[in-house]
């Protein structure tokens, strides 16, 4: 851990008792997440090629100031997730489960923000514009690992490829003929639809990221977290049985450490009746609020319990 990472988890140790500096917490026209202020507040110019280190602190200590519950446990990562995300910041909590772990990742991007907000200073060619704004667009994403992985090392529900096109080499999923949207979809359909509060095609809290299946928590607080992940790990265990026919690098027998959760009979495998409820009063805790100034916006607020 180099100095200025140190000194951004110092930073968010020292505001753990603090409180959130939000309005509120809604998805915009694109349905794109974002945290909502009470106040504006100034974003300066950021290098156009990636956020320097320098930049780390600084960005960092607004961040800290506006959502310490939501950082609280967390420690700031200097590596992206994933790499391209040149104009984010990172921050990542381990959670230890019974059979796999996870790692919560909050991803604040600066470049998404400046969308609709008020430029301070003219960029150039090597730096954004700085600018005022009220909201931050952000990724709460709770993503399986293995488990005791000394590193991000994501359970795949689908192997990745490398392509040779152009020159440049990239990374993409094998995962049928689905976009990204409709696989996200299918977990939902494959767990029941009749769960969600709100419509997987508006947002799918369960989602296909990282090549795997990953929950998404807009509101993460540390007791949202810990919560998130007791009743995530037994439904990701069900969708990559599911997915993956039984092969892979998860034992099916070890889901007898979740009888209560997941039944098994020879070739199948299916969420028992009582861990259904429980899904459905996890979920029931999230809607969005209506109101006419929202509606003419095209913005969505979360209601989340």
């Keep these: 851990m180099d100095s200025i990472e140190k000194q951004i988890n110092d930073l968010i140790t020292s505001h753990e008792s603090d409180s959130n500096l939000i309005e509120g917490i809604y998805l915009d026209d694109t349905l794109s997440e974002f945290y909502r202020f009470n106040n504006e507040i100034e974003i300066p110019s950021l290098a156009v090629s990636e956020i320097t280190k320098e930049e780390y602190l600084r960005l960092s200590s607004i961040i800290i100031n506006l959502i310490p519950e939501f950082l609280k446990g967390h420690e700031f990562s200097s590596k ?34 400046s969308r609709g907000s008020r430029i301070i200073q003219k960029g150039d060619s090597l730096h954004y514009p700085s600018y005022s704004t009220d909201k ?14 000394d590193n991000f090392k994501q359970i795949k529900l689908k192997e990745e490829e ?4 152009d020159g440049k080499r990239f990374t993409s999923a094998i995962f049928d003929e689905l976009s990204t949207k409709e696989i996200s979809i299918e977990f939902s359909k494959k767990i029941g639809l009749d769960v969600f509060t ?71 495998i299916s969420l028992t009746p009582g861990f259904l ?26 209601s989340t319990g």
């Excluded at 990172?90 to 991803?107: P, S, T, Y």
């Excluded at 993460?220 to 009743?231: G, N, R, V």
Aim: charged share 25%.
């Design 162 to 165: 490398t392509i040779e096109s």
């Design 277 to 302: 409820l429980n899904i459905k009063d996890y979920f029931s805790a999230y809607s969005f609020l209506t109101k006419e100034e929202l509606l003419l916006m095209g913005w969505k607020k979360f």
């Design 80 to 113: 992206r997730f994933p790499s391209y995300e040149q104009h984010s910041l990172h921050f990542i909590k381990r959670i230890e489960g019974k059979i796999i772990d996870f790692i919560h990742l909050l991803r604040i991007n600066f470049k998404q923000s």
């Design 198 to 268: 709100i419509p997987p095609k508006i947002y799918p809290f369960i989602s296909y990221d990282f090549f795997t299946a990953v929950l998404n928590i807009p509101d993460p607080f540390e007791f949202k977290i810990a919560a998130s992940a007791e009743i995530y790990e037994p439904i990701f265990l069900f969708l990559y049985l599911t997915c993956k026919n039984f092969k892979g690098d998860i034992n099916p027998d070890d889901i007898l450490k979740f009888i209560d959760s997941i039944k098994k009979e020879k070739d199948t």
């Design 136 to 149: 931050l667009y952000f990724k709460s994403l709770l993503i399986p690992i293995h488990k005791g992985s």
